[in-house]
């Protein structure tokens, strides 16, 4: 045998052996995955599939913020379905202490943004900040992990320093939609306003489900600056 097959059956053993103590497990459910690229096992594979609305630059998701945002590109990952192997995956991320799925679940995105065109353009990627308090109790921003997975795919930066969430609070007492949408802005902050000049932004948070938060976040970031803005999230509520 030759010095690299020794190698490769070396490399191989080590592989079995390691996945023998950390098994390769499905991120839903913890069956085995055939492989540790692989994010579910087949079963899973089965029943989740992305929405592939990302490829058009119309779709269900640009729709939802038609006249309220101008977005180059919008798209959710999969479908938010009650009682889905998506919502387990999400609430293991946001509720179970796995940090792993944001970013794992962000990489596969971003692999699959990494082949088109109009995502080839994007300057920043800027996650949706979590309220600090939250922070501290999740010890993450699950947004944060999903920026990170599509930034190592998209090889663009991520950036947790311009959009920010202000300290003091903010009741949603008002009934109007515009009263609604300004209040929240109050709840965020652009600082370092000159980074964003003329450039493409990729806005990511976890769901999509009244938009309000995405909104308040484009409307502050193109009123700080010329921007354009896209939004990517892994679900979207149906
Ligand atoms: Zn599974």
């Known amino acids: 045998m030759h010095l690299p097959e020794i190698k490769n059956q070396i490399a191989f053993g080590f592989e079995q052996l390691l996945n023998l103590f950390y098994p390769n497990l499905c991120i839903v459910c913890e069956h085995r995955t055939h492989s540790k690229e692989e994010l579910f096992c087949l079963d899973c594979q089965y029943h989740i599939h992305p929405t592939e609305m990302y490829k058009y630059q119309n779709n269900e998701f640009t729709a939802h913020f038609k006249g309220r945002i101008d977005l180059v590109n919008g798209a959710a990952l999969y479908y938010y379905v009650k009682g889905g192997r998506i919502q387990k995956a999400i609430e293991l991320l946001k509720y179970k202490n796995r940090p792993d799925i944001g970013i794992r679940l962000g990489r596969f995105y971003g692999s699959l943004l990494k082949k088109l065109p109009q995502y080839s353009d994007i300057d920043l ?25 599509i930034s190592e795919s998209l090889n663009v930066m991520v950036r947790e320093d311009i959009l920010k969430r202000n300290k003091a609070t903010y009741t949603q007492t008002e009934k109007n939609r515009m009263e609604r949408i300004s209040n929240m802005q109050k709840v965020f902050e652009i600082e370092k ?42 679900a979207m509520a149906t």
């Open 125 to 149: 990627i800027l996650p949706v900040p979590l309220h600090s308090i939250r922070k501290i109790q999740r010890g993450y921003n699950q947004s944060s992990l999903i920026a990170n997975g």
């Open 193 to 234: 306003t000159g980074l964003i000049q003329n450039r493409h932004i990729l806005l990511v948070d976890d769901i999509l489900t009244t938009g309000a938060t995405l909104e308040a976040c484009a409307s502050l970031l193109i009123k700080s600056g010329s921007v354009k803005i896209s939004m990517v999230t892994l």
